[in-house]
């Protein structure tokens, strides 16, 4: 521990002695920071791990614009702004987003007075610097997620690189929007719903729900998971009959008092863009080529996903059908960029690492390798929110609402599900099969690091 601290500190000296700019001293003095606050809760390891990270999504920050990769910029931003001067008259803002509740905004409205005027930062970049601070206890719930399921070290660094470096985590963790609030908000439910799950912790079970609606103040994308928690709960009830006893306690009605201000929260807000809804189908656009049946939504087409990786977001002409269009949002956005051939190679790693998922979960749960009881939940956190976004689709028509952004930390389950494979196949003997997936499972966060580090350093 303490050479690796050393080493860290060391590095961020340089930094700071190499580029003299505050700013500079700042991250080195973060990074520090970063590694003493989760080195006792990870391990050495891992904060070095998240170390590497933060300074990975801190070139992003640096050497691309704000108004690069991302998604409703203006509306953001703007909503952020009215609330700097109107802090207290939050629901009277009017825009493009005015459909999402003020959380963020109120949040971001409070960092900017002092972000702007202490640290000086511009709007824009302490707008984004946010982004990160919020993304960085994603990172640790989701590190703690996997280290629930994983006991086995050489798994559960797996898991770590996958969460820190997945193709598109460069993009997110920096973004101005409040899809990165949402993020944080899901990995600490994934966390805490996972643990009383496994350990049956009622306290689990009361943070699960006020995280739930904590997220539900933020953005309607929250209701996901109140449907993951409420098939657990009734799955328990079946299994477990002493838990409606659990149900009436009285930090069961704290938590139910903040769910229905959650819902007085939302629907202040999002309500008023369901009423209004051909207003916003109009600012989002509406593409008649986008199908929106059942079966065109659980299309895949494998060939076309490998051969054509990108979505390309302005050209309709470009834009597949259901999980496809998913599937290429979930590692690059919705955008165009420069390396094909090796996006191609991302995709193929991403389509290898589904078929040992999904093939593994059929072995391991019929021959028993896999405890139902252990996998059902993490199906679960992977399949509401997708029906989820489905139905977004069904009622607004539109194919943006098939964007991975709005459901990106599904990415946690599905990479505990495979780590979760991979100790089957070696409890059971499989050493081969058990080394190819462990090849694919670090090849696809290496290559995703290269398609985004080639685009800019490969000029």
């Known amino acids: ?64 614009s704000h108004f690069a990769y991302t998604n409703d910029i203006e509306g953001h931003t703007a909503y952020a702004a009215y609330l700097q001067g109107n802090i207290l008259d939050a ?21 900017l007075l002092l ?22 206890p994603y990172c640790v719930f989701a590190i703690r997620t996997v280290r629930l399921f994983n006991t086995k070290n ?45 350990q049956s912790r009622h306290m689990d079970m009361v943070i699960s729900i006020m995280l739930a609606a904590l997220c539900l ?10 449907g993951i928690l ?19 306690s009285p930090w069961m009605f704290v938590s139910y008092a903040l769910v229905l201000g959650s819902v007085f929260v939302n629907l202040s807000k999002t309500m008023v863009g369901y009423l209004n809804a051909g207003r916003v189908r109009i600012y989002l656009g509406n593409n008649g080529k986008f199908a929106s049946t059942i079966d065109s939504l659980l299309t895949f087409d494998v060939f076309a996903y490998i051969a054509d990786p990108y979505i390309g977001y302005f050209n309709l002409d470009r834009q597949p059908d259901g999980f496809t269009y998913f599937a290429k949002s979930l ?20 389509i290898l690492f589904l078929v040992v998922i999904i093939a593994g979960l059929v072995w391991g749960l019929r021959t028993r390798r896999l405890s139902w009881a252990r996998m059902y939940p993490l199906m679960l956190m992977l399949v509401i929110p997708y029906v989820m976004i489905v139905g977004f689709v069904i009622r607004q028509r539109l194919p943006q609402c098939m964007d991975a952004r709005f459901i990106y ?9 495979f780590t979760q494979v991979l100790d089957a196949l070696q409890a059971a003997g499989h050493i081969k099969l058990y080394r190819l997936s462990v090849i694919i499972g670090f090849a696809l966060p290496l290559l995703g690091t290269l398609h985004y580090l080639a685009h800019y350093l490969i000029r």
Request: net charge neutral; charged share 10%.
């Open 331 to 350: 590692l690059y956005g919705e955008f165009v960029w420069r390396y094909n051939d090796l996006a191609s190679a991302v995709n193929a790693s991403f």
């Open 1 to 64: 521990n303490t050479f690796s601290a050393c080493i860290l500190w060391a590095a961020a000296l340089l930094c700071a002695v190499m580029l003299p700019d505050l700013q500079w001293l700042i991250w080195a003095l973060a990074a520090g920071a970063l590694y003493a606050s989760t080195v006792r809760s990870l391990g050495s390891n891992a904060a070095v791990l998240m170390v590497i990270a933060f300074a990975y999504y801190l070139y992003w920050y640096y050497y691309h």
């Open 230 to 248: 409420g098939l657990c709960i009734l799955y328990r009830l079946f299994t477990r009959q002493t838990l409606w006893r659990e149900l009436v």
């Open 409 to 417: 930390p599904i990415v946690i389950p599905l990479i505990i599900l």
């Open 91 to 111: 629901f009277s803002y009017k825009g493009s987003e005015e459909h999402h509740p003020p959380t963020y905004y109120g949040i971001a409205a409070l960092w």
């Open 154 to 198: 050489n798994l559960a660094y797996l898991g770590y690189v996958l969460i820190l470096f997945w193709p598109l985590s460069i993009l997110m963790a920096t973004r101005i929007t409040n899809d990165v609030l949402v993020y944080t908000l899901w990995s600490a439910f994934f966390y805490y719903c996972l643990r009383w799950v496994n």
């Open 115 to 136: 972000a702007q005027d202490w640290l000086q930062f511009g709007f824009h970049g302490a707008l984004r610097i946010l982004s990160l601070l919020m993304y960085v």
């Open 217 to 226: 103040m933020v953005k309607t994308t929250g209701i996901a998971l109140f």
